[in-house]
């Protein structure tokens, strides 16, 4: 009923490949078009050239791209940061996966790296959406996380975190606008939407205590 698509949080597996059925049903795509992969907060970037074969393990990856229009790209949330991307010159859709170590890790720029490099696609004619995801006030991180993005950011991060009294807060959503920005995307949205905030609407691994299913996002291209 909660229309739950997280396979590793301790749910039936059989309601599970139900929602996700139901989820393709609804929105008019065959399941098997389906292409996801196994999310491990890294950097790594997949193209799918086919739909991933139903029994076959999912590759390890936190970004996947696609210009095939018979492919539907699917990716699993709750708190992490999803940015979808657009290019509607060369007709190449991107899921990426960010949390507070993909986005360290600059993945929003390795997947416009991607596209550039296999899709001819230009940084500018690229469209990116930054959807439902941990706001600042909600994310406290560690001194750990402050000194990774201190090294990863040099001299701008300071502008990602604010202090709460003796608590400090990332903001995921301006790190990933400033990523995407100096990668040269041409325009950025974001839906401004805090997964801890809203949990009437949505999965929070941090306002649950990480007793939470998992959203899903999934993006076709119009055959």
Not at 32 to 56: C, M, N, Y
Not at 138 to 160: H, I, M, P
Request: net charge negative; proline share 4%.
């Amino acid at each position: 009923h909660s229309l739950n698509t997280g396979g590793t949080v301790g749910d039936d597996p059989d309601a599970v490949l139900e929602n996700h059925q139901r989820i393709y049903k609804v929105l008019g795509y065959p399941f098997k078009s389906r292409f996801d992969v196994w999310q491990v907060h890294g950097r790594r970037i997949l193209t799918a050239e086919a739909p991933r074969p139903t029994g076959k393990l999912h590759p390890k990856a936190d970004g996947i791209l696609t210009d095939k229009p018979g492919i539907t790209l699917f990716m699993r949330f709750a708190d992490c940061v999803p940015i979808l991307l657009f290019d509607p010159i060369q007709h190449v859709i991107g899921i990426i996966h960010a949390g507070w170590q993909g986005t360290c890790l600059k993945i929003a720029r390795a997947a416009v790296e991607k596209m550039v490099e296999s899709y001819r696609s230009r940084p500018e004619d690229i469209l990116a959406g930054i959807g439902p995801s941990i706001c600042q006030a909600c994310y406290e991180v560690g001194d750990e996380v402050f000194q990774a993005f201190q090294k990863a950011f040099s001299g701008t991060a300071d502008r990602l975190f604010h202090h709460h009294g003796e608590s400090l807060h990332l903001d995921l959503w301006q790190a990933n606008q400033m990523i995407l920005r100096d990668a040269g995307v041409g325009r950025t949205q974001t839906a401004d939407i805090c997964t801890a905030c809203n949990l009437q609407d949505w999965y929070s691994h941090r306002a649950e205590n990480g007793r939470t299913g998992r959203f899903g996002v999934l993006m076709a291209l119009e055959e």
